[in-house]
């Protein structure tokens, strides 16, 4: 499985940006996703995560009611509409996969595959 991570650049303190993962994967809806980031200096984070589905989500309280995550099974593809941006959103962000189920997937403990990060910068 290869996951491609975009939509990452410079954005103004409150803009918004979308990131998208794309999945080279034929099962991709067996797949829970989720998104994590890792500021300069700290460590990986999770920051949102979604059923196979998409009936299930959960959130980092840091980002919750900012951010929204979503996935598209026909294109094989998960987003992350970010919303109201601050400069502590600033972070290389990963999307990961993982079979075990939401629960193991957004502990950390349940990513099977991780993707290459897209950097998000958000200014002052």
């Known amino acids: 499985v290869q996951l491609q991570a975009s939509g990452g650049g410079l954005v103004q303190a409150g803009g918004s940006l979308r990131l998208s993962c794309a999945a080279s994967v034929r099962t991709f809806d067996n797949y829970y996703m989720a998104w994590f980031r890792q500021a300069p200096g700290k460590e990986r984070e999770l920051v949102a995560g979604?059923?196979?589905?998409?009936?299930?989500?959960y959130y980092a309280d840091s980002v919750r009611g900012r951010f929204t995550i979503s996935r598209d099974n026909a294109k094989n593809t998960v987003y992350l509409q970010m919303n109201s941006l601050k400069p502590e959103d600033t972070a290389v962000y990963y999307c990961a996969a993982g079979l075990r189920g939401l629960g193991p997937l957004v502990g950390g403990y349940g990513v099977d595959y991780w993707g290459k990060g897209t950097q998000v910068t958000v200014s002052s």
């Open positions: 979604i059923s196979w589905g998409g009936g299930s989500t």
